[in-house]
């Protein structure tokens, strides 16, 4: 008497006896998907425009771009409540210069010198490393 074990992505249900001849063999119910009773079942499906083949819908850079403005709106609202919340004039001394701001536009100048300071390095490397592989790409025979 033989099992026949399922493969992956088969059920081990309950196994039922088949008559071959004169011996009875025990077989594995197989699960079987309404797809694979369809013609043409053997072969994957294509997913209907505008979706992955997960199921899930494609980003497009039109989606990037509206989500992109819906941030920035969210925050720019923010940024106006903070600064009318932040409305005290504050003395500011810098290099030997000195007056009076706003307390928040004194952070949100400081906030930006400090994006500054990280992006121009930042983009310098980027810059750096895209001429890199500009130069090992042009070398190397496909």
Excluded: C
Aim: aromatic residues 2%.
């Amino acid at each position: 008497m033989r099992l026949k074990l399922p493969s992956r992505g088969q059920a081990a249900e309950n196994p039922v006896p088949r008559q071959s001849g004169a011996s009875s063999d025990l077989v594995a119910r197989e699960h079987v998907s309404p797809a694979q009773t369809q013609p043409g079942a053997g072969a994957p499906a294509s997913p209907a425009p505008g979706m992955t083949p997960k199921g899930k819908v494609r980003r497009t850079r039109a989606s990037a771009w509206w989500m992109g403005l819906i941030i920035a709106a969210v925050i720019l609202v923010a940024l106006v409540i903070f600064i009318a919340q932040n409305s005290a004039s504050v003395a500011v001394h810098y290099l030997g210069m000195q007056g009076h701001v706003p307390l928040a536009i004194a952070l949100v100048l400081s906030a930006v010198a400090g994006v500054l300071l990280v992006a121009i390095p930042g983009t310098a490397r980027v810059i750096q490393l895209r001429r890199a592989l500009k130069k090992n790409a042009g070398s190397t025979p496909r």
